[in-house]
């Protein structure tokens, strides 16, 4: 938290009247700019990465197996961190249907990298589940999503 109090301001993908609240948190709590510029994920189709982290793109067969508007898409973005993992990663296996959860490294509270729950593992391609990628994933989801 201390870069971003440092920094001249925050760059986010998002617009003011979908977040407003968290934005003005973030503008009073840290006496920082912040400048909404989402959403941005679909406004080029040539993305450069600015990830630290290796691309995995394993995924892309799999979805494109899926119907349309079919695959639930689940992130909790750069900063969210989760401790409710294990109940989340199951009531994505027992929804019965397909997804992609993208875990970052550290994204689990207690955890220095990116991991599921004990026992999820196994739900990895298996009937409606499509499984979590544990990189983050830069994708045209195209239509299943």
């Known amino acids: 938290m201390a870069s971003i109090r440092s920094s001249s301001g925050v760059i986010w993908n998002t ?3 979908l977040e ?17 510029i989402g959403p941005l994920h679909k406004q080029s189709p ?23 508007k079919s695959v639930v898409y689940v992130s909790f973005g750069s900063l969210a961190c989760t401790q409710t993992a294990r109940r989340d990663c199951m009531g994505l296996a027992n929804s019965g249907k397909p997804f992609l959860w993208v875990l970052r490294p550290g994204s689990v509270v207690g955890s220095g990298r990116a991991e599921v729950p004990e026992g999820f593992e196994a739900t990895r391609g298996k009937g409606a589940c499509g499984g979590v990628d544990t990189q983050w994933v830069e994708l045209d989801f195209g239509e299943c999503v």
């Open 20 to 36: 407003l609240t968290r934005i003005t948190r973030v503008r009073d709590e840290f006496k920082v700019r912040v400048f909404p």
């Open 15 to 17: 617009f003011q009247e």
């Open 46 to 68: 040539n993305v450069v990465s600015n990830s630290l982290v290796a691309v995995d793109r394993r995924c892309m067969s799999w979805l494109d197996q899926q119907k349309p």
